[in-house]
């Protein structure tokens, strides 16, 4: 049998019970006894299965609710769990006709109002978004059934809600993992990576701001990628961390670190403060035990970030460490490749036919300029060139200064 059905039964069963608990409740004011007289024994049995019958509904975890609809609207009976689900006491409900609809998100409203007034839907479970009285956000799932007096006109909304919040966000996070999966493998390069790390963060943790940053592979800095969330100070202010300060080690350390900010033993500067953080999560990303980058997580309205969000944070970071190795070791490749090309292209360029002036010996280039030999050269090769001056061109240039070196040669 499904769950919808259990539920229709159930409800069907408290509709029994509420019916019957009226008759209880219409006998023993009929039967009251007089001071100084002995109540019967069915009496008894009775205020005890009335007992039993308010328990249920007294410890039961989701919410039971009956909301009158005619002659005028309002909550009939709200049990108990309503405070611990929704942060509204069962009186305050009674006292606002209209807070079950108040609680509903705005962008769920319209479908609960459609219900109602439409008297349509009711055969099966709806989903809806409540806000609670602290301003935070539950997912419930409803099971609702309309009550009918002897002319046919509905008077009533019997139901029962469930939290499925934690059900949700299990489906939210899968969701959220399969697809950094999908981009990871669709991404080539480290910093996009990073990027679409960071949003899927925030979606898995609830957290509102937070930035990711990269190892870098020469000092082992660590400088910012990508933010969201932040203020521009605060970012400037955050944006390197150099190798060997207390938050450098903290990162290296490798370990997932949860905390209020600022983490023990960190001072605090002006801009950090003001920006008002409370919870607070470090997640360093690594690869065959090297850490290569870090997700720093953040929130202005939390203090903790909740165990499931914990979880899936740590899958996301196990995730990505891998993807950026790879991306990492293509981009050396790709460095190295046009390296080599421009390589092989100074090479070719040599190799080539080259015009050059039959008279003073300048080389053409491709643009049609005239270079000297030594400027091309250089400028087309790793070869450098130094100046001097042969024999031949020193007797020429040099008549006399040639004639004196060389008798001193032959002297010597």
């Not at 196990?318 to 092989?344: C, H, K, P």
Request: glycine share 6%.
């Amino acid at each position: 049998m499904g769950t919808g059905s259990k539920r229709r039964e159930l409800l069907a069963e408290i509709a029994k019970l509420r019916a019957r608990l009226q008759q209880v409740e219409q006998a023993l004011q009929a039967t009251q006894p007089t001071p100084g007289t002995v109540a019967h024994p069915s009496l008894a049995a009775m205020r005890q299965s009335e007992e039993r019958f308010r328990s249920l509904f007294e410890n039961v975890k989701d919410l039971i609710y009956r909301y009158r609809l005619w002659p005028t609207p309002g909550f009939e009976y709200v049990s108990p769990s309503a405070t611990a689900i929704t942060g509204y006491t069962p009186e305050e409900h009674y006292a606002n006709p209209n807070l079950g609809f108040e609680i509903v998100h705005p962008d769920d409203r319209p479908l609960l109002q459609a219900m109602v007034e439409a008297r349509i839907g009711f055969e099966r479970p709806v989903v809806l978004r409540w806000v609670r009285k602290d301003g935070s956000q539950l997912w419930t799932e409803q099971h609702n059934t309309l009550i009918y007096d002897a002319s046919g006109r509905p008077v009533a909304i019997e139901g029962i809600a469930r939290d499925i919040t934690e059900r949700k966000q299990a489906e939210e996070i899968a969701l959220a993992q399969r697809d950094l999966a999908l981009d990871l493998a669709s991404l080539a390069s480290i910093e996009p990576m990073l990027q679409r790390c960071l949003e899927a963060a925030l979606l898995v943790s609830g957290m509102d701001c937070g930035g990711v940053y990269r190892v870098d592979p020469d000092t082992a800095d660590l400088r910012l990628v990508h933010s969201q969330g932040l203020s521009a100070d605060f970012v400037q202010q955050v944006s390197h961390v150099p190798a060997g300060s207390d938050r450098w080690r903290l990162v290296m350390a490798g370990q997932p670190l949860y905390a209020r900010y600022s983490p023990d033993g960190i001072v605090l500067q002006d801009t950090e403060r003001k920006e008002g953080l409370r919870a607070f999560a470090l997640l360093p990303i690594r690869h065959q035990d090297q850490v290569i980058a870090s997700l720093h997580l953040a929130s202005h309205r939390f203090d903790q970030i909740p165990a499931m969000g914990r979880a899936a944070l740590e899958l996301i970071v196990a995730q990505a460490g891998s993807a950026i190795a790879r991306a990492a070791a293509e981009e050396a490749r790709q460095q190295l490749i046009v390296q080599l090309q421009e390589a092989l292209a100074k090479v070719k360029t040599l190799s080539g036919l080259l015009p050059i002036c039959a008279s003073c010996k300048k080389i053409r280039d491709d643009q049609g300029f005239w270079h000297q030999v030594e400027v091309y050269i250089q400028e087309h090769s790793d070869a450098e060139f130094t100046h001097g001056i042969c024999p031949e061109c020193a007797q020429k240039l040099y008549p006399q200064l040639h004639k004196v070196i060389t008798d001193d040669q032959e002297n010597s």
